[in-house]
């Protein structure tokens, strides 16, 4: 530990000495350097890299500018570059062993650096430069010590640059590159992280954001930062960070309290639910001839489509009053006047009728019923839309049992009827009791899936 402060003030004495040509010293003077050429691309360099860590042994040096600080402790032992103040492609983060490097590379600086003898290697989609480290024989990039970093990272006398960070777009991720300065706008902390801390004391802490479509980013955040145990705040607006990206996972860090502006209201409440008396039951198939070829077909008779984000088709075996089964009809949307086919067997299915079902459930789901079931359509705020069959009541021998034939909805019905009304109905089966129709089914000519007759 003695070594390596002895290093750190070593270090920084030369950059400060290295400068100071009139004795002013109000402001902490940089060294800086002109006469290095630049000789490769940071494209050229992350080329090198093929499965492992490397040592890179070419004497290339390349230029870059610095987007993160460590001012405010949420960024610890890196520089992150870019290849230019705007508009860039590529990016590095730079391993070194140097505390409050931001009073010597503040974001904006441009830098050189000497690339032969240091290691390159990559985490994720995040190209990595700096020292080595080896652990349980294996080698990766670490620190460049702090003596070594005056032999390989310069900072050019050019003037610091205005950075401009790249709009963050979600519709065009693939823009969006690693190591790179980004600004996101209507951006917003999700509703159920409002109130806590940017991160845990002493522990690195994931924060989520979104904007108003609800698309998110992993705001990461040290537990040893300066804003580490400030509130996250509760507005909209527009955010700023480095960019690490791995796939269509993003992870955002800033540099202060600054890159966050969010001083606009909230976004409005995004309503995904809703209700419908349009939408009901249409068909129920139990084909005498295939158990495999049974299907329940819902019928949306609006005009407009309709989400079903929170519906259920609900089953009750027999006669019992308890749900023995449900199907989750979240993610589904049916059209204007359109069905939706569910099948407890969707390849069988296919094979009968030739097309693939909306939706492919399990066996002994509400969508495999031997025909003497009954079944409700709820909405997402419980109330129940249409029913087939008198929950308690084994359909067998009444008006509600399609055992080998079809339950066919009527073409007159245009609403769901939480009451079972058998005049709503054309029941066929293989006995004919009570006002059904003795005349069992077989697939799939005797059936119409995906139609509404």
Request: net charge negative.
């Amino acid at each position: 530990m003695v070594i390596k402060i002895m290093y750190r003030v070593v270090f920084l004495s030369f950059l400060f000495l290295s400068c100071v040509k009139d004795g002013n010293f109000n402001d902490i003077p940089r060294a800086c350097i002109n006469d290095l050429e630049v000789n490769a691309t940071f494209v050229e360099v992350q080329a090198l890299f093929e499965e492992e860590t490397i040592q890179i042994k070419e004497d290339w040096v390349i230029e870059g500018y610095v987007i993160s600080s460590d001012r405010a402790g949420n960024f610890f032992g890196v520089l992150h570059l870019q290849d230019h103040p705007t508009n860039p492609t590529h990016g590095f983060q730079v391993e070194i062993d140097l505390r409050d490097s931001y009073l010597f590379f503040e974001p904006g600086s441009k830098v050189l650096i000497k690339l032969k003898g240091l290691y390159l290697g990559r985490s994720g989609e995040t190209y990595k430069l700096g020292g080595t480290f080896t652990a349980f024989g294996n080698t990766s990039v670490g620190r460049l010590p702090v003596l070594k970093i005056s032999e390989h990272i310069f900072l050019s006398c050019d003037s610091s640059d205005q950075l401009k960070p790249v709009l963050g777009q979600f519709d065009d991720l693939e823009k969006l590159r690693t190591n790179t300065l980004v600004k996101f706008e209507e951006m917003e902390v999700i509703e159920e992280e409002l109130g806590s801390v940017f991160a845990v004391a002493t522990e690195e802490t994931t924060r989520t954001i979104q904007d108003c479509s609800e698309f998110t980013i992993a705001l990461v955040n040290s537990g040893f930062s300066d804003f580490q145990e400030q509130t996250l705040p509760d507005g909209n607006g527009t955010i700023t960070g480095v960019l690490l990206k791995n796939g269509d996972e993003l992870k955002l860090i800033i540099r202060d309290l600054e890159d966050i502006e969010f001083t606009n209201d909230r976004c409005p409440e995004v309503i995904t639910e809703f209700t419908s008396t349009e939408i009901f039951i249409s068909e129920l198939a139990d084909p005498d001839n295939n158990t495999g070829a049974r299907f329940v077909e819902l019928y949306n008779s609006s005009t407009e489509p309709l989400d079903l984000n929170g519906w259920t088709l609900r089953r009750y075996t027999n006669d019992k009053t308890e749900i023995s089964s449900t199907i989750d009809l979240s993610g589904f949307i049916v059209d204007a006047e359109s069905t939706l086919v569910i099948s407890p067997n969707s390849t069988e299915f296919e094979t009968v009728y030739g097309f693939a079902p909306n939706l492919g459930v399990s066996t002994n789901s509400p969508a495999d019923s031997n025909g003497d079931d009954n079944l409700e359509l709820v909405d997402p705020f419980g109330t129940v839309i249409d029913v087939f069959g008198i929950i308690g009541e084994d359909g067998s021998n009444t008006n509600h049992e399609f055992e080998d034939g079809r339950a066919l909805r009527n073409a007159n019905v245009t609403e769901g009827n939480p009451n079972y009304t058998f005049e709503e109905w054309s029941v066929f089966n293989d006995t004919g009791d009570a006002g059904t129709t003795n005349q069992p089914q077989n697939a799939p000519e005797d059936f119409s899936p995906g139609v509404r007759n």
